[in-house]
């Protein structure tokens, strides 16, 4: 996986292990990207939509990197190991949590 210092590739076990940062941190730019999509189903339309639900997540992999490397890896690891059942990690997931709070 990645380095202390690199945001990790993003990986189902990664992108499960920061879901609940990323709903909250990236609701606005989701909810005009669905929008976007209900009212236009040509592909091209939400191009600049779908950039900010991508930018608001890659700034928020890197912000989990930065704050709590140790915990953020421990956690994607677990929920690697135990092909994503959250009921396996929650030690870790605590962990991260309590180390890079959901808001």
Do not use: W
């Not at 380095?3 to 076990?13: H, I, R």
């Not at 989701?30 to 779908?50: H, I, T």
């Not at 950039?51 to 930065?66: F, N, P, R």
């Amino acid at each position: 996986m990645a380095s202390e210092d690199e945001t990790p590739p993003p990986t189902s076990a990664v992108l499960m292990s920061i879901s609940k940062h990323l709903a909250a941190r990236c609701s606005k730019q989701s909810k005009v990207f669905v929008e976007c999509k209900r009212n236009d189903k040509n592909p091209e339309a939400c191009l600049k939509e779908g950039d900010a639900v991508t930018s608001c997540a890659i700034e928020t992999l890197k912000l989990a990197q930065e704050k709590a490397p140790e915990e953020f890896k421990a956690f994607y690891e677990c929920m690697d190991y135990y092909s994503n059942k959250f009921e396996k990690c929650r030690k870790e997931q605590k962990a991260f949590e309590a180390a890079f709070p959901v808001s």
